[in-house]
């Protein structure tokens, strides 16, 4: 039986009277999306219709999933709500803090040693609040949400950008904050602005060696990392209901990619097989009853341009094996075109290490596919000229896969398993050489690929694949290898070419592990006691941020002009960083240090007006904030795109940042700064973020007319005494603008107020 049927059978009993409403005041026909939306209102039954990327709109999700790296922050937050259980289903597991290094055993003892204050703390808050517990070893988040908790029509929120991998189970499921998951979890309304809606329309059928993974590396190419932003992407087609269920899931993991809200399918028979096949048939039977209802009406797919606010149309039968990178995960280049491209570029050849696996792509049909590759290197008498591992998404994955023999078949051609976690791909890859910073070239089938983001070497070529690709290019050691029309050496010097990878969907003998790794919470948390030590390093209680004192803000000095990409790894890095997640002090030590300083072009390395000298960001903001000086950050375009983390809207706010101004947002970001107290601001006109100086001295001149809709007017005073004055716009409603007003969303709630 699937974990909490009675409130998923509740949310299809609602949908139908809901949906009904929601189409009759509409006045036409509905998208998935729509559908899902309207009935998961925080006032029920719908009674008007919605703006699209204009209204705010709150809703109540159906549950809440948190990561250890960022449930940190969102329990230690949550305890100050003064509530005795959450209110919503909810989830922790434990798999960022487990870094890859020389297997998953050892890696794993390793980490429940070295972390294991913090998963104590997650276990026992978890515990006590009546949140299940998943341990390190289970999986990786998503992987083990998908196995367990998502269902065809549900809404949840996650502490993590890629929640939106339950798409593929057709969920309309979001990365938040950890602000946001504490407002749900407190049994609070969760606000969000009515989505855009991009349709993508799949005709024909995967085949060879393209997988699931190309389609969104496709719209990765055509959207860009901001395309997605403000909207909600929605597939359909006959191309997508040929799909397996995970490779949906893959997806929608990746549309974190284009800044997308989300992505998501329309219920299909593939997902009732997924269903079924991880011991969830009551899920399945119950969707079957309004199946309807767990997909996009008919008209909607047949006439798409009318109802989607934008349509592409990717046809699977002619699309081709893409690889996207390096440092940006929407460089999108056809495998036949990436040894000109690779050439022209002078990006290194010789592939040194291929990764698979990660939340993204860690099925059983990923790990067959690629194991009918790893087959060949024996078959055909081949050797594999890179390094090469495999990351499981779960240990139910991992347990298959050992008991049908691939893990044996991966051994066999030297590759090492790292534990159920996720490693590599979020930077917890304790890579050998990497501190020499050598310019070098790996593949993966991770779903990000910013620089620094897998390794901490900067000079780290990644490019982002499928895992078939990725083996190929893993086993022929080349970048510019095509394995669709190219030909390998064998040890006997004959040419040999690698047949088109095969799999199954699902395993034959059904799914397998002997203890998947959760832990029930107590019936009755009471009598549980969460200790956090006042001499820790990793866990640190939090303080109330101050509420805004009613004046201007005057007397700020610039901390810094971002230059360029500002993503939240540039803002809060992750790898060796993440032993700090639940210590607001000491990980606001790595504020900014990846920013690039607009006028010296370096990093980690800013003015101080006080001393006129350069040093860390961290170290003047904390200089500034002794003075009793406020600051101000300035940034470029899509400022915070990546991961969701909060801490990169806590930590400035924590050393005394007031404001941030840049040319755009990435929306989670923006949802963070505004969860925190902060000004989240954005240039009326682009051009005047030229005239900002490295001396300049910022005054608000009517923050205390603070209103939605209203403009906000600063005024930057130059060394030379000459000023500027700056329109910046924002995006605050009146409950958004009570957050700023109380210092953060939590005071609000902590005061019975929200």
């Not at 949400?145 to 549900?154: D, K, Q, R, S």
């Not at 954005?682 to 005054?699: G, P, R, S």
């Amino acid at each position: 039986m699937a974990f909490d049927i009675e409130m998923i059978k509740k949310v299809y009993e609602n949908m139908p009277a809901r949906v009904d409403k929601a189409r009759e005041i509409v006045g036409r026909p509905l998208t998935l999306t729509e559908k899902i939306l309207y009935n998961h209102l925080w006032d029920g039954n719908p009674t008007k219709a919605f703006g699209r990327g204009v209204d705010y709109v709150d809703f109540a999700p159906d549950r809440v999933a948190c990561q250890d790296a960022t449930a940190q922050m969102a329990l230690l937050q949550f305890m100050h709500a003064g509530k005795s259980k959450v209110a919503v289903p909810t989830t922790v597991h434990c798999d960022h803090l487990i870094q890859a290094k020389v297997d998953a055993v050892t890696d794993l003892a390793r980490a429940k040693t070295q972390s294991n204050e913090v998963f104590d703390f997650l276990s026992s808050v978890s515990n006590k609040y009546g949140i299940g517990f998943w341990k390190p070893g289970a999986g990786i988040i998503h992987q083990v949400v998908l196995e367990n908790y998502a269902f065809p029509g549900g809404m949840m929120i996650g502490t993590d950008s890629h929640t939106v991998n339950a798409g593929g189970l057709g969920m309309v499921a979001i990365g938040v904050g950890g602000a946001d998951a504490v407002d749900v979890m407190s049994g609070m309304a969760w606000e969000l602005k009515f989505p855009k809606l991009i349709g993508v329309k799949l005709t024909g059928k995967l085949s060879g060696w393209t997988a699931p993974k190309d389609v969104i590396l496709k719209v990765a190419g055509i959207l860009t990392v901001k395309g997605g932003t403000g909207a909600i992407v929605e597939y359909f087609g006959e191309g997508a209901t040929a799909m397996s269920c995970t490779g949906k899931g893959t997806i929608c993991n990746m549309g974190a990619e284009i800044g997308a809200t989300t992505s998501t399918f329309g219920y299909d028979d593939s997902m009732s097989r997924y269903l079924r096949s991880t011991n969830r048939a009551d899920v399945a039977d119950a969707a079957d009853k309004v199946a309807s209802y767990l997909t996009g009406d008919p008209e909607v797919y047949a006439n798409p341009e009318q109802y989607f606010d934008q349509v592409i149309e990717i046809n699977l039968s002619t699309l081709e094996p893409h690889l996207n990178g390096p440092f940006t995960p929407d460089l999108a280049t056809p495998i036949s075109k990436m040894k000109e491209e690779a050439i022209k570029n002078n990006w290194p050849l010789q592939i040194q290490v291929g990764l698979i696996g990660s939340c993204t792509n860690s099925s059983y049909e990923d790990i067959s596919r690629a194991a009918s590759l790893a087959r060949q290197v024996a078959d055909k008498n081949l050797k594999t000229k890179s390094q090469f591992t495999i990351t499981p998404g779960s240990e139910v994955v991992r347990s298959t896969i050992e008991r049908d023999g691939f893990i044996d078949t991966f051994h066999k051609i030297g590759a090492t398993v790292f534990a159920n976690a996720c490693g590599p791909c979020i930077g917890m890859w304790d890579r050998e050489g990497a501190e020499k910073e050598e310019r070098n070239t790996i593949v993966h089938s991770f779903n990000r690929n910013f620089s620094k983001r897998a390794d901490g070497n900067p000079n780290t070529l990644a490019f982002v694949g499928s895992p078939e690709l990725v083996t190929a290019l893993a086993i022929a050691g080349d970048l510019s290898f095509n394995p669709l029309t190219d030909t390998l050496i064998n040890e006997d010097g004959e040419e040999v070419r690698l047949d088109a990878p095969t799999g199954d969907e699902l395993p034959a003998k059904g799914f397998y592990a002997e203890d998947p790794g959760f832990q029930a919470p107590a019936a009755d948390g009471s009598g549980v006691q969460v200790v956090v030590s006042p001499t820790s390093e990793r866990l640190q209680l939090l303080a109330p941020f101050i509420a805004w004192d009613g004046k201007n803000i005057t007397g700020a000095k610039l901390l810094i002009k971002a230059f360029g990409k500002c993503t939240t790894d540039h803002i809060s890095m992750a790898g060796p960083w993440l032993r700090f997640r639940g210590h607001l002090d000491n990980i606001s030590n790595n504020m900014l240090i990846g920013a690039v300083n607009a006028y010296n072009q370096k990093t980690n390395s800013v003015k101080n007006q006080l001393t006129g000298e350069y040093d860390a960001v961290p170290a003047v903001a904390r200089a500034y904030k002794a003075a009793g000086v406020p600051s101000i950050v300035v940034g470029d375009h899509n400022y915070g795109e990546g991961s969701s983390r909060e801490h990169a809207a806590m930590e400035p706010r924590f050393l005394g940042v007031k404001a941030v101004l840049v040319k755009s947002f990435a929306r989670i970001h923006e949802t963070n700064l505004k969860k925190q107290g902060l000004l989240g601001l954005t240039f009326a006109n682009e051009a005047d973020y030229d005239k900002i100086q490295e001396d300049d001295t910022i005054n608000f001149l009517d923050l205390t007319e603070f209103a939605p809709g209203k403009p906000l007017t600063l005024e930057f005073v130059h060394a030379d005494g000459t000023k500027d004055i700056i329109l910046a716009n924002h995006t605050y409603n009146a409950g958004q603008i009570g957050w700023f007003v109380a210092g953060s969303a939590l005071n609000l709630i902590a005061a019975g107020k929200a």
